[in-house]
């Protein structure tokens, strides 16, 4: 259940914010949305006045405003917005340097493993993966080099939840940079900055931009401090958000909430079907009561999200569910108006040794269904005849 809370700063709710922000009107004209300045570069009209804008790499007016909604959504000082999520990603981690060492959560997004373990590793950034829903552990990988932390709660796809203000107090006290990939709750239903975190990261692509035809990565900071270092940085690496991209990202983002809620109700209702059916060994979703993390994740987030795994047993079930579903997209991706169903072993997780990923619970049963705005009553009719054909 999607639980609206009063944050810190609001004089109003998330709701109206959400479209009363930067990208809710044009200042200069009152248009009902932001213009697109599909512009590369700003005339100087006096040489000792530079323009406000002067160079689309380093400032664009319509990047700006969505750059300005999502630092608003998230209650973080500055926001970022790149060409696509493991561009925000990558950009981040460049505020580290040679030698320095670097805590994940163990079952972080596939890309974000690649870039740690085969790019950085290979720039002298080393990494350790923990379970980080056990904070003893966490805090063992502190090394003397130790810089930073990066978390993902709910993890993908088993969906387990770390605490995130008792790893953003602990890393504080040793002077670490923290980092969270907030792509699966959005600021919608999670706020880490709010947490104690440094800087949170999205994939727009999926929930933020919700219609399966925009990829986008965002950031925000947490102070100015950062907000300087990574404006720096967003400018000389160049990975920055397209013109039309920020637009159609913006208009995506004023139907959030309302996609969210309804898709979360969905997956409730899809959770609670699977539960009960004989077929299915396990099901991942953090509003089950049997799930492990649930009261950690109640006390941090104000809901549960639209994304549901499930175990069907085997490699050759998954298959068989995969081939006969007729409502969602079998595909890569998740968050969109439409339900996608993915199968981690083949698609997300194809690169991790087999071993890994069954020691990490990704079995070859199992499957993860971003639940989307479709009549429930269909997505489980679809489901129970996939299953029921094995
Ligand atoms: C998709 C995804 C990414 C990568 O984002 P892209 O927009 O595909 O570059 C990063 N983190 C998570 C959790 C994701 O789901």
Known sequence: MIRFQETPRPRQKLATRVLHSASGMDARTGASSIPLYQASTFHHASLEN????????????????????????????????????????????????????????????????????????????????????????????????????????????????????????????????????????????????????????????????????VLAGLAVVANEKLGQELKYLQNALGGVLGVQDSWLLMRGMKTLLARMEFAERNARRLADWLTQQSSVARVYYPGLPEHPGRAIHERQSQGYGAIVSFDVG???????????????????????????????????????????????????????????LEAVEDLIADLEQALDAG
């Open 50 to 213: 530079p323009p406000e804008y002067d160079y689309t790499r380093s400032g664009n007016p319509t990047r700006q405003a969505l750059e300005d909604t999502i630092a608003e959504l998230e209650g973080g000082v500055r926001g970022f917005a790149f060409s696509s999520g493991m561009a925000a990603i990558s950009c981040a981690f460049m505020l580290l340097s040679k030698g320095d060492h670097v805590i994940c959560s163990e079952d972080v997004y596939g890309g974000t493993y690649r870039l740690l373990t085969a790019i950085l590793g290979r720039m002298g950034i080393e990494t350790t993966f923990v379970d980080a829903t056990d904070l003893d552990r966490l805090k063992a990988a502190r090394q003397p080099n130790t810089r930073a932390v990066f978390l993902e709660t709910p993890s993908n796809p088993t969906l387990k939840i770390t605490d995130i203000a008792a790893v953003a107090e602990w890393a504080r006290k040793h002077g670490l940079l923290t980092m969270l990939d907030n792509t699966f709750m959005t600021p919608c239903l999670q706020r880490p900055i709010e947490l104690g975190i440094d800087i949170v990261v999205h994939s727009a692509t999926k929930f933020l931009g919700g219609h399966s035809d």
């Open 314 to 372: 085997s490699g050759e079930r998954a298959r068989q569910v995969l081939d006969r579903v007729t409502v969602p997209l079998v595909a890569v991706s998740l968050g969109a108006v439409e339900s996608i169903l993915s199968y981690p072993a083949l698609m997300s997780h194809a690169a991790m040794p087999r071993e890994v990923r069954l020691q990490r619970g990704i079995g070859d049963g199992l499957l993860r269904y971003s639940v989307g």
